[in-house]
């Protein structure tokens, strides 16, 4: 089913109004901290996108990421480093590695722009380093146009969404691969083959240079989240010696089948695959999810017992599934999750979601877990988080007050904790 037919009232008062009204609460929050925009800025080009509709709403988005690449190209010619062009292009380990010595010199523009990007720090930086104002210019740009991609995507499915996906995921995968010898990383861009389907989890490994027994997280989104989302802000942890490999979730952008609750599957096979890595401790794996990602890492570490320590942060369990908590959810959200698990009527979705309940699991979660969110969730129910943490033996709550979808606006301090408490339960040598 289409997006304009999953979405046909709420597309007609689109036109007439603009496409604000109809957006999560949290839409605009969710970009401007990760591309470091400022808020007036995005909140003014969203208010004039009037249309869903994949052959006006991506092209409009891309517009933007394609004027930060025709900025940050200009820099980068001035460097003597690859344009955007040749970066889209599968650039060779000779490119990566002339762009990552062009755009070392403002490295800490993405290595700790946190979860809360600072839309001032280039300006600032450029100030403070006039002599590396064209790596700067160059960084924000690429950052930005990654950035700018990913909203053309939101939420997918769709042919040009899909093509601003590819775009922004090969930019963000290049950016990282360029800058990790910079940050003492090894970044590795994979795909995991999943047996007996047609299927493969597409994800980014990132380790300290020259790791060995290394505790790692598998960290994974929700609905319409990439990996650029998730990993850009943990990189400003990189010292917290974790190795993390992070997923997007099934169902979505890079997956060819529907999710189901089959999906413990494709979640073991990466901890088959992490755990059969050289460089990683497989006595000192962990999770963390967000969103529907955080349903994720309740359920694996409910289900499979190599996982020592678990973060969920936003999480859809049970309550979240029923028909009240429907009600009042954005359209394009429920078109999103529809096209997601492959339902095509309410009554469809409401059956598929029904059988992802994991109230029956909640007293099988023995590892530590530690839930997050917003006391105010307009996207989930904050009850399934309560529920959950209240079940589960060996929880902790950690609930914000007056703040949404997992809690976003408290997302420097969750950043810290969810850190901290994998550290103290990751950290401590193994056995083996």
């Known amino acids: 089913m289409s997006v304009r037919a999953l979405t046909h009232s709420t597309e007609s008062a689109a036109h007439r109004r603009g496409v604000a009204p109809f ?10 901290h990760l591309g470091g925009i400022p808020d007036a800025e995005f909140r003014r080009q969203l208010s004039e996108c009037r249309s869903f509709d994949d052959d006006r709403w991506a092209p409009y988005w891309s517009t933007f990421a394609d004027q930060y690449l025709a900025r940050a190209d200009q820099a980068l010619s001035r460097l003597g480093a690859p344009d955007s062009a040749r970066l889209l292009d599968a650039p060779d380990p000779s490119a990566l590695t002339v762009l990552g010595e062009a755009l070392a010199p403002a490295a800490t523009i993405l290595a700790d722009r946190g979860t809360v990007a600072d839309p001032e720090a280039p300006a600032r930086f450029v100030a403070a380093h006039p002599e590396a104002a064209d790596a700067a210019v160059a960084m924000d740009g690429l950052i930005k146009a990654v950035v700018y991609d990913f909203v053309a995507a939101w939420p997918g499915g769709s042919p040009q969404r899909q093509r601003a996906y590819r775009r922004s995921s090969r930019l963000s995968e290049t950016l990282l691969q360029a800058m990790a010898p910079t940050m003492g990383y090894d970044v590795e861009v994979l795909d995991i083959v999943l047996p007996g389907t047609s299927d493969r989890v597409h994800g980014v490994l990132a380790l300290p240079v020259g790791a060995t027994n290394m505790p790692t997280v598998l960290v994974t989104n929700g609905l319409e989240g990439t990996i650029a989302e998730t990993l850009f802000p943990l990189l400003a942890q990189r010292e917290a010696g974790l190795a993390t490999f992070v997923m997007e979730m099934p169902g979505t952008y890079s997956y060819n089948d529907h999710m189901t609750v089959d999906a413990e599957n494709v979640y073991s096979s990466v901890i088959d695959f992490l755990a059969g890595d050289e460089r990683i401790d497989a006595e000192r794996l962990g999770i963390m999810g967000f969103s529907f ?17 678990a973060v969920s942060n936003g999480p859809l369990t049970h ?4 028909v009240v908590n429907s009600i009042g959810m954005p359209e394009v959200m429920l078109s999103t999750l529809s096209r997601t698990l492959g339902a095509t009527s309410t009554a469809g979705l409401l059956r598929k979601v029904s059988k992802l309940s994991l109230r029956q699991l909640y007293r099988d979660i023995g590892i530590p877990l530690l839930v997050i969110n917003g006391a105010r969730d307009t996207l989930a129910s904050t009850r399934d988080s309560i529920d959950l943490a209240v079940a589960a033996p060996n929880a902790q709550l950690v609930l914000f007050a007056d703040d949404d979808h997992c809690a976003m606006g408290n997302a ?13 339960h990751l950290l401590a040598p193994s056995t083996k």
């Open 319 to 322: 309550r979240s599934f029923g």
């Open 293 to 309: 990602g955080g349903y994720w890492a309740a359920r694996m570490a409910a289900v499979d017992p190599r996982l020592k320590a």
């Open 23 to 32: 957006l999560p609460r949290l839409f605009v929050d969710r970009f401007t």
């Open 412 to 424: 420097k301090h969750w950043s810290l904790l969810s850190t901290r408490f994998l550290r103290e």
